[in-house]
């Protein structure tokens, strides 16, 4: 693909929201589903984005939610047939409206996609959702954001090659079971060896890190795997920016502060920079207890963003 348009400033890019899709989940849920509305009020709170930038995202279709899911997969989610063995990994409780906001979400990171692919930049603020596999999802994951969004994209033949990284603490294997024996995308995962997925499906490059990590072994292990890969040339990049590397995340393993996961994301887009070609980017994890801490660590990463861009 020749990517000729130019980057545009921050303040014309565009921004998915999900939020307005709302999801009964039992009080004290593990999922922070009211996370992804914090994060839309503080960015417009905090004037980072304007509320004309954010778009609520709509719901995909079943044609696009099929290039990466199977039949069977999809309807059960769509009529809440699955059996519950199938459900219980997911971990979110079936609804009509949990089916809607698994659409809205994938098609949050379509949009952000096709965006970036005309602007240079744009993001979802929600999805990452990579550990959804083509049968059956997990790990909070219903649908896989960025597998449909990539053999989308792939199969209209918009773009040759993406790479995808993955800087969640969790690993992508859902990504990784799609998407990891293609040669037209390249994987990358950072991920914590001792962190929920046990079985790791492998990516194409797999970093997995140990336990109590701090930000300068952090930052060293990110900068040599993203040095070769400035050889790759890709056409656009897809980013996970989990913030559950965070030292006060409930769910991860890391001991990033939050200027370590702002160096991180300042290494990604110099590194976008340096290739110049567009990103979509998406909020991943983050299960910080209280929830402020993380809210915080996904506001640094649209600050940094917005440094690149202005
Ligand atoms: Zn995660």
């Known amino acids: 693909m020749d990517y000729t348009s130019p980057m545009r400033k921050w303040h014309e890019l565009k921004f998915f929201s999900t939020d307005h899709f709302e999801v009964p989940l039992p ?3 593990r999922f922070p589903i009211e996370k992804y509305r914090l994060v839309r009020e503080a960015l417009v709170a905090e004037k980072i ?20 899911h199977s039949e069977k997969y999809f309807y059960g989610i769509k009529n809440g047939t699955l059996p519950e063995k199938e459900l219980r990994p997911i971990g979110l409780t079936w609804s009509p409206q949990l089916f809607s906001r698994s659409l ?23 999805g990452g959702t990579h550990h959804a596999h083509a049968d059956r999802g997990e790990g909070f994951c219903v649908f896989n954001d960025f597998a449909v ?19 969640d603490v969790h690993q992508g294997n ?3 079971s799609i998407l990891g024996t293609r040669d037209d995308v390249f994987i990358l995962s950072l991920h914590g060896e001792r962190n929920y997925p046990f079985r790791k499906v492998p990516s194409h490059l797999d970093v997995p890190l140990p336990e109590h990590i701090d930000d300068e072994e952090y930052l060293r292990a990110l900068s040599s795997a ?48 340096y290739l110049q070609v567009p990103m979509a980017m998406a909020l991943g994890g983050g299960y910080a207890k209280p929830i402020a801490l993380t809210i915080e660590a996904h506001l640094n990463t649209y600050k940094v963003a917005r440094e690149f861009f202005s």
Do not use: C, W
């Open 104 to 126: 809205g979400a994938v098609n949050g990171f379509i949009s952000a996609t096709e965006n970036a692919l005309r602007d240079g930049f744009s993001a979802t603020l929600s």
């Open 27 to 29: 009080e004290g849920h």
């Open 149 to 167: 969004s990539a053999l989308k994209i792939l199969n209209e033949k918009r773009v040759s090659k993406i790479l995808i990284i993955d800087l």
């Open 226 to 273: 993203l040095s070769p890969l400035r050889y790759l040339n890709p056409d656009i990049i897809f980013y996970q920016a989990g913030v559950d590397v965070l030292k006060e995340d409930k769910l991860g393993t890391f001991d990033l502060s939050f200027e370590g996961i702002v160096e991180r994301d300042r290494m990604v887009f110099e590194f976008q920079k």
């Open 49 to 68: 984005l304007s509320d004309e930038q954010i778009i609520p995202a709509v719901e995909a279709s079943e044609k696009d939610i099929l290039l990466a």
């Open 174 to 176: 859902g990504n990784s």
